[in-house]
């Protein structure tokens, strides 16, 4: 099955979106597999376009506000804030409404015999951030959770009205203010929470940096601190990343040691210690998108002290603050 990316750029004041590579979706409408209802199917009014000899989306009816265009499409399915278009040349973190620009989305796509092109989210890029969101994870997890036994009062009815809008097969608005008023409740309970924001299993070695911009972390709350606190020690305790990390560091540089201090558990403890060290996610808690799929390198290997004086006090210390107080 193809893969398809809706790459944002820039253009006049707003920006648009192209669509590569360019003929998997010339002269097909966008449908949408919602993945958070399970066999709903949303019909976009977007058709994937050649303008001035380049690949871009357009809509049927760009001034029908009535419908949600596919970023917003996507973002309201998600239940993520509602993106802007203008890019301001600032990102503010955590994720806000109109604080942040889609830049990419990546689908897998089925062709129909008709004009349809069905499109299955995979994962999706914030502009002057270089994270990957886990899209088709996130939306897994709102099904999960718009089912749940747990939803009660005015979230279950909003849960209730999500999944009709969804089933309803059209992009309507509504969805977008559904989601919004949804997204708070499930917020205010810390279990929910977790299971929607629940990182990726998934990683990368690296990747490009982010553009230059202005990048505001906005202080959280005590109960944001520790929803992100939760996503933050899954990581660390991922088995797999762990293992990734590892390996990649003793291909790199045949030994393993913390980054730190450089402490060998072999060198201490000789073959009980052999291969054993912990693993510590470098990055702020207000920048860890939700649901991201972690980048290795975002990873540093650290001795049992080190890492536990890390995290021994709030604000976690930086990688640079930690090896200024070793080494004071």
């Not at 660390?236 to 990390?245: G, I, P, V």
């Not at 072999?266 to 991201?292: D, S, T």
Request: overall charge positive; glycine content about 6%.
């Amino acid at each position: 099955m193809p893969e398809v990316d809706i790459r944002w750029r820039r253009s006049g004041g707003r920006g648009e979106y192209e669509h590569l590579p360019q003929e998997i979706l010339l002269g097909r409408k966008l449908v949408i597999s919602a993945i958070s209802v399970p066999g709903a199917y949303i019909t976009t009014d977007v058709w994937g376009r050649i303008r001035d000899g380049k690949p871009r989306l357009r809509r049927e009816n760009p001034s029908d506000h009535s419908i949600l265009n596919v970023a917003p499409l996507i973002a309201a399915l998600a239940l993520f804030p509602n993106p802007r278009r203008e890019d301001n040349k600032e990102l503010t973190l955590p994720l806000q409404t109109k604080s942040y620009v889609v830049s990419q989305i990546r689908f897998n796509v089925e062709l129909g015999d008709d004009s349809r092109a069905i499109c299955t989210p995979l994962n999706m890029n914030i502009l002057h951030d270089n994270d990957t969101i886990d899209l088709l994870s996130r939306l897994k997890n709102v099904g999960a959770i718009i089912d749940s036994a747990g939803l009660s009062g005015a979230a279950k009815t909003l849960a209730a009205r999500y999944k009709a809008l969804v089933q309803g097969g059209s992009a309507d608005a509504e969805l977008m203010e559904i989601s919004e008023k949804l997204a708070p409740m499930i917020f205010s309970s810390p279990q929910i929470a977790e299971v929607l924001e629940a990182p990726s299993e998934e990683f990368v070695p690296d990747a490009p940096p982010a553009s230059q911009a202005k990048v505001t972390l906005t202080e959280l709350s005590a109960t944001e601190a520790e929803r992100k606190l939760v996503s933050h020690y899954r990581i660390e305790r991922s088995d797999k990343l762990r293992k990734a990390k590892v390996d990649l560091v003793l291909k790199k540089h045949g030994k393993i040691l913390c980054e730190n201090c450089e402490f060998s558990f072999e060198k201490k403890y000789g073959a009980r210690g052999k291969g054993f060290i912990e693993v510590h996610h470098i990055q702020p808690l207000a920048a860890l998108l939700p649901n991201v799929v972690t980048k290795l390198s975002d990873l540093m290997l650290l001795c049992s002290n080190c890492h536990r004086m890390v995290h021994r006090k709030k604000p976690l210390l930086t990688p640079e603050a930690l090896k200024a107080t070793t080494f004071a």
